[in-house]
């Protein structure tokens, strides 16, 4: 059963304009999140993390929040621009020495 | 530095036949993983190594072998390709876990 979920297959955003992302999880066990973006033919990329100790993290136009008590974090990228047009996965982590992948959102950024 | 690097990019098979991905990084790492990607599955994870000599499984080890006799490489094993096998691999590296990991570019296996 999938642990990580990702229930957005596809997002379309204008340019200028907020993207939000989001994944849902299962495990309360997991303590470490993160958001990866991955570009087609390429591997994926490190983006921004968050750990359980806190709720918001920023770098730059790239904003994690995350809701423990409901299980939910969410990518929020402000402003949008085509660059940013790829496919984000999010990812958790836990004691087990073991990340477990959302199936990801494929985000478009219109000029 | 290299980074973490997977060979061959490309690769097709015949059902029943065995090989190696390769996959090294030069950043000094301990913690080495492997991902297959398939269609509305996202990443998951096969095989993983917290450093050298230590290995486990994944989410879907099976099918596949693992060892890692150095910290630089970590190779995954196919001992009898099968056609569910059929999709793109990525190794990763970090520091340790769960630091941030940095992937490699891929292999696309297609095992008819």
């Known amino acids: 059963d999938q642990q990580v979920k990702q229930n957005s297959p596809s997002l379309s955003v204008q340019e200028g304009r907020i993207s939000i992302l989001n994944c849902d999880y299962t495990n309360s066990m997991f303590d470490y999140f993160l958001w990866y973006k991955k570009y087609p033919a390429e591997g994926p990329t490190f983006l921004i993390s968050?750990?359980?100790?806190?709720d918001k993290n920023e770098d730059g136009r790239f904003t994690v929040f995350l809701n423990k008590s409901a299980k939910h974090l969410s990518l929020h990228i402000v402003p949008s621009q085509p660059g940013d047009s790829a496919v984000y996965f999010c990812a958790a982590g836990g004691t087990g020495n073991q990340f477990y992948f959302g199936t990801g959102t494929s985000l478009t950024v219109i000029p | 530095n290299a980074g973490v690097t997977q060979t061959p990019k490309f690769q097709v098979l015949k059902t029943g036949q065995s090989m190696t991905l390769q996959c090294a990084q030069d950043m000094n790492h301990e913690y080495m993983s492997w991902y297959r990607q398939d269609p509305g599955m996202g990443l998951r994870l096969i095989h993983y190594s917290v450093g050298a000599g230590i290995t486990d499984q994944g989410e879907v080890p099976n099918g596949y072998n693992v060892s890692r006799s150095t910290t630089e490489d970590f190779p995954l094993r196919l001992l009898s390709a099968a056609p569910s096998q059929t999709s793109v691999y990525f190794c990763?590296?970090?520091?340790?876990?769960?630091?941030?990991?940095?992937f490699g570019p891929g292999t696309r296996l297609t095992v008819l």
């Open positions: 968050i750990s359980s100790i806190k």
């Open positions: 990763a590296s970090s520091y340790s876990f769960p630091d941030t990991q940095y």
